[in-house]
């Protein structure tokens, strides 16, 4: 079992940044694959990034090159940096821990922060 708890959302400018943390307890942290993921009012959830055990990590086209995530397994917390942020990027973001164990699928999902991008 992991316990997913997010920070760092809030109002900001388009244009500024804002760092979200998501921090993890209850299981070998270092063993997951963490993810962001975000949902915008109407519509579907998507992927955001994900950061792979190895350290592997990918990004959705609609934010590379404005997006970083990272994880610190000593602090079992990934974080995501977001840079340029545009109007469109507002959404409510989470976090997700994923694993794949003895043919078994985990998942795990935060509350959720709020992100909006707004003059």
């Known amino acids: 079992q992991v316990q997913l708890v997010e920070s760092g959302g809030g109002l900001v400018q388009p244009g500024g940044s804002l760092r979200l943390s998501c921090a993890a307890s209850?299981?070998?942290?270092?063993?997951?694959?963490m993810a962001w993921y975000r949902q915008a009012p109407g519509k579907q959830r998507e992927l955001v990034a994900i950061i792979t055990s190895g350290g592997s990590t990918n990004y959705a086209d609609s934010v590379k090159g404005r997006f970083t995530i990272t994880r610190d397994n000593a602090k079992n917390t990934v974080y995501l940096q977001m840079n340029s942020l545009k109007s469109e990027d507002t959404a409510v973001y989470f976090c997700?821990?994923?694993?794949?164990?003895?043919?078994?699928?985990?998942?795990?999902w935060g509350q959720g922060t709020q992100v909006t991008v707004s003059s």
């Open positions: 997700n821990a994923g694993r794949r164990l003895f043919g078994k699928d985990y998942n795990y």
């Open positions: 209850g299981s070998i942290f270092s063993s997951y694959a």
